[in-house]
């Protein structure tokens, strides 16, 4: 053990006995109650008696609602505060509770109004295109085809009569040959005529077949295919004005959201109020980011309070338990409603204090405020009929707890076992009996008592050294 050590703890042990012996000169400011009518010795005692222990916690908290409707900046990538509600004051629904600054947002909606009215532009010009391509198709199946196919049709006619006129002809020189007018050249002219007539009629109907089969299938593709096109134009500048569309009413909802509305009834308060102490309350020309909490409307109806429980103490409670509830002149009875799993940051700023935040419902009361102090009492337990010691009689040693009774004989000691304990008062489950006298703070009186209470340091030292050592 080094020097510097060896000081600290005599040190800690100077700083014990001098902060016991201020405990005894402000015991002695209540001793009255506890002084007996023994002149024997000039010792502060407690006669042992029974009687009924509440073990209670008691912590500080504040009201608040279980139920709040948050109140938020809806306007995309934040803005600047104009004009915000006083807190406090009661809205109902409608009401303006904060302005927002709307200039940018104006701004943005006239640059997307210019965006849409392009695109419907473009929409329209598209529609035109596909009824131009709609029309092109009904134009060619019931006027060109048809037109070009009368042509052919005509000249198929045609053909079919001049190879008719051509047949007749070589018949009628077949005739004359027989009888010498006409010669056998002049037949042959005849017959070529025939065959003449004969291929452009067969010209004719292939032109017929290949209009058919082909000229119009063709045509059909590439007129259907320019009003596929167009459709997929329009479909696209649809497309495009319903997005500029959803764009510009997303900017006017924007502008809209720089105005914030109560949609309940009851009193505006800052989140701060509702121990939302991380949360900044907002001012005139703060800048705020989008869904920030701005406000906060509380149910009056689901009001609580909530508080910290050492993490000695949260082991035995329970939800269900009662509480009670004091609000400067107001005392309410409550109940613990739950208890969170996980503890709250301990730091410096906390005193290195390790706690449960524990909600306790409170019934319905007029004039419940958030923000409202409260001073919080949890039933831990109660005990009927039990003996009791103060706590400052009992004095722990290296065998065990110990009291030290005034008997005939004088002071003697007494090994205890004691049970649950508050404040103030512990139970005595053996080791003592009903109408003993025990001493007060007996460091202050009794040498064995500042032995033991010495002893138990100096092993509690030698055990942290060895640890260190280790």
């Known amino acids: 053990m080094s020097a510097s050590n060896t000081a600290s703890r005599w040190l800690k042990r100077l700083l014990v006995l001098a902060l016991l012996a201020g405990g ?43 139920n709040n409707k948050e109140i938020k900046c809806m306007v995309k990538g934040g803005s600047t505060v104009l004009w915000v509600i006083e807190t406090g004051t009661m809205v109902k629904p409608g009401d303006e509770l904060v302005k927002l600054d709307q200039a940018q947002i104006e701004d943005k909606i006239l640059q997307q109004k210019i965006v849409y009215e392009n695109a419907m532009a473009n929409k329209i010009t598209a529609e035109s295109d596909v009824a131009v391509a709609k029309t092109s198709i009904t134009e060619y199946l019931e006027g060109t085809y048809q037109a070009e196919k009368s042509n052919i049709e005509k000249e198929i006619f045609e053909a079919e009569q001049a190879l008719r006129k051509a047949e007749l002809a070589v018949q009628s020189a077949l005739r004359l040959t027989a009888k010498g007018v006409v010669k056998d050249l002049q037949l042959e002219g005849e017959q070529f005529a025939v065959d003449s007539a004969r291929k452009d009629l067969e010209l004719k109907k292939t032109k017929l077949e290949s209009l058919e089969k082909y000229n119009k299938v063709k045509s059909l593709q590439e007129l259907q295919s320019k009003l596929r096109a167009a459709e997929a134009k329009l479909a696209s500048y649809e497309a495009s004005l319903s997005l500029e569309q959803a764009r510009l009413e997303r900017e ?34 703060a800048v705020v980011r989008e869904q920030q909490t701005l406000l906060m409307i509380p149910d009056f109806s689901q009001m609580q309070v909530k508080v910290g429980i050492h993490e000695s103490k949260v082991d035995r409670l329970k939800v269900g338990m009662k509480a009670k509830i004091q609000l400067q002149e107001l005392i309410l009875e409550g109940e613990v409603s739950e208890i969170a799993e996980v503890t709250r940051p301990a730091g410096w700023w906390t005193g290195n204090l390790v706690k449960y935040d524990t909600i306790i419902k409170l019934p319905q009361h007029p004039g419940l405020k958030p923000g409202m102090s409260a001073v919080v009492d949890i039933v831990l337990a109660e005990h009927k009929d039990v003996l009791t010691v103060p706590v400052a009689a009992v004095i722990e040693g290296t065998g065990g707890l110990f009291c030290w009774v005034q008997t005939a004989e004088g002071v003697r000691k007494r090994l205890v076992r004691v049970g649950d304990t508050n404040d103030q008062f512990s139970i005595i489950l053996d080791g003592l009996s009903e109408s003993d006298e025990v001493i007060l703070n007996p460091l202050a009186y009794i040498e064995e008592a500042q ?20």
């Open 451 to 470: 032995e033991l209470a010495m002893e138990l340091d100096q092993r509690t030292d030698k055990n942290a050294d060895k640890g260190a050592d280790k």
């Open 24 to 66: 005894t000169l402000a015991l002695g400011a209540i001793a009255p109650r506890f002084m007996t009518s023994s002149t024997k010795v000039k010792h502060l005692t407690h006669k042992v008696s029974r009687g009924d222990l509440a073990v209670m916690v008691t912590e500080n908290g504040a009201v608040e609602s279980s």
């Open 252 to 285: 006017k909802k924007q502008l809209e959201n720089c105005i914030i509305r109560a949609e309940t009834e009851g009193m505006v308060i800052f989140p701060s109020m509702a121990a939302w102490k991380d949360t900044p309350d907002i001012t005139e020309g």
